[in-house]
């Protein structure tokens, strides 16, 4: 029941409290530059998804097996090139971003050949932002999200492609309101002044303020799913100093 209750949370943070566009401002170029037509919105959002949920199982696999330090893999090549009395364990972590980047681009590339093949029209329509998901941080920041849970021992694979994927659907839910907002707003008489893009980012920091009203639900939530016991079990277990942590929405208690 805990892990589903650590699961959930980690899902409603990530597409909503911990929204990666709204909250951390990563991923801002799609999320302006292809806003503007509600079809290209939901596509591009689900290429998105799509390509931080396979670039979050590779990172996983890369750090858990080969990155993070005493991995198991180059530690047994380096036992078998230096002999079994050698001592240390082996840290890689410092290729992670060049790794990652080759995840992602790599991902991209998959993505691009499929929708060039299947879906022409909706290829023809990105034009240069398809290719340019390769640059797209917010698929590098859940990357990064990933070895840093993996390196703390907090994380499993479960949890990973959970974060992954919904927060690529909650990139997905803030493109998507955005290019109906704007939609509507090519059919309003907006003043001058405003048109263009100072009415969109304005447009955007009020999206992100209507998203920071759901700050809290996450302990509500586990609240629910465990019962008042557990929650004042884990204020117990984290001290005064960490309660908003082990109750927020992406930073479940670490496993046994």
């Known amino acids: 029941m805990e892990l589903f209750a650590d ?3 980690i899902a409603v943070g990530a597409a909503l409290i911990n929204n990666f566009v709204l ?4 991923g801002i170029c799609p999320f302006l530059g292809v806003s503007r037509r509600l079809d290209m919105a939901l596509g591009m959002g689900f290429a998105v998804t799509f390509v931080i949920s396979v670039a979050a199982l590779l990172s996983w696999t890369l750090t858990e097996f080969v990155l993070r330090p005493g991995a198991p893999l180059p530690s047994m090549v380096w036992r078998a090139v230096a002999g079994e009395s050698a001592d240390g364990a082996m840290d890689l972590s410092i290729l992670s971003y060049i790794v990652y980047i080759f995840v992602i681009a790599s991902s991209v590339q998959f993505v691009e050949l499929y929708v060039r093949k299947f879906f022409p029209a ?3 329509s990105f034009g240069v932002f398809l290719p340019l998901i390769t640059t797209n941080c917010a698929i590098l ?7 840093k849970h993996v390196h703390s021992r907090e994380w499993g694979l479960a949890e990973s492609m959970t974060m992954a994927i919904f927060g690529g659907l909650g990139f997905t839910l803030a493109i998507v309101l955005m290019a109906g907002i704007r939609e509507e707003l090519d059919l309003s008489d907006v003043p001058r002044a405003f048109r263009g893009a100072a009415i969109t980012m304005v447009t955007a920091c009020i ?5 920071m009203g759901f700050t809290g639900v996450g302990a509500n939530v586990r609240d629910a799913l465990l019962g008042a016991e557990a929650v004042e079990a884990v204020i117990e277990d984290a001290g005064p100093g960490d309660t908003a942590k082990s109750l927020g929405t992406t930073e479940p208690r670490p496993r046994d």
Do not use: D, H, P, S
Request: charged share 10%; with cysteine.
């Open 122 to 124: 909706l290829y023809k």
């Open 207 to 211: 999206l992100a303020l209507a998203f």
């Open 141 to 147: 920041f859940g990357c990064l999200e990933v070895m």
């Open 7 to 9: 699961l959930l949370l």
């Open 23 to 26: 909250t951390y401002f990563v």
